[in-house]
């Protein structure tokens, strides 16, 4: 069974930071193909954050960049997501996100955690 439990979230100050993390549990670490960050501000649609991919491959969204960092730790079953300069219109939930080759290596399956809330203040 695959697991994603967050950790992190908070409210901060207008120009503060915040770190979150997410550990997944899964059977086999070969299997995971990408992990990463999304987010769904209120009112608005979930969206990308930043993914850590093979082959040390980041991606980022335009918001992200310059502000938020995405590492994985040397066991590459934790993802963090370091935000720095944060702004009141980065609040909203946090989710984990794991794309991971299925049990029989038919094709990936994406999963995204429970969510943690980040609320930056003005």
């Known amino acids: 069974q695959v697991r994603l439990v967050e950790s992190g979230g908070g409210l901060v100050q207008a120009g503060g930071s915040l770190r979150l993390s997410c550990t997944v549990s899964i059977g086999s670490i070969f299997s995971i193909n990408k992990m990463g960050w999304y987010r769904r501000a209120p009112g608005k649609q979930r969206e990308l954050v930043a993914t850590?991919?093979?082959?040390?491959?980041?991606n980022y969204a335009d918001f992200a960049k310059g502000r938020f960092t995405v590492f994985r730790d040397n066991g590459k079953t934790t993802v963090h997501l370091q935000m720095d300069g944060l702004q009141p219109e980065d609040t909203g939930v946090y989710y984990c996100?794991?794309?991971?080759?299925?049990?029989?290596?038919?094709?990936?399956?994406?999963?995204w955690g429970q969510g943690t809330q980040v609320t930056v203040s003005s």
């Open positions: 996100y794991l794309r991971s080759l299925n049990s029989d290596d038919s094709g990936y399956e994406e999963r």
């Open positions: 850590s991919g093979p082959g040390n491959e980041f």
